[in-house]
């Protein structure tokens, strides 16, 4: 059994950045593939980035790309989302997810195990 818990989550201006973090319990997070999903309200659950357990595969929804980076420490069991340049169509939960296949990301959140509480993330404009 693997928890996820999400935190960084808060209020920010346009243009601004937030960095939420992802801390996992057990002793296997090292060896899944993390992903962050956001979902706001009146939508779908949809894709933001992804990583590997080995950190050499990444991928990002196209809506983020150069604006977001993920990373994880498989030492502290974290997995992290640096947003920057936040707009106000960033606004929704946003979900980190766990994929105990490991070796590939997946975008559909079908693919993935285990999945935290989630973090409210407000862009104002």
């Known amino acids: 059994q693997v928890q996820l818990v999400e935190s960084g989550g808060g209020l920010v201006q346009a243009g601004g950045s937030l960095r939420l973090s992802c801390a996992a319990s057990?002793?296997?997070?090292?060896?899944?593939?993390m992903g962050w999903f956001r979902q706001a309200p009146g939508k779908e659950r949809e894709f933001v980035a992804g990583?590997?357990?080995?950190?050499?595969?990444?991928i990002y929804a196209d809506s983020v790309k150069g604006r977001f980076t993920i990373s994880r420490d498989n030492a502290k069991n974290t997995v992290y989302l640096q947003m920057n340049s936040l707009k106000p169509e960033d606004t929704a939960v946003y979900y980190c997810a766990a994929d105990t296949t490991g070796w590939r990301v997946l975008k559909s959140p079908t693919s993935y195990d285990y999945w935290g509480q989630g973090t409210q993330v407000t862009v104002s404009s």
């Open positions: 990583i590997t357990w080995t950190g050499d595969s990444i």
């Open positions: 057990g002793r296997t997070f090292s060896r899944y593939a």
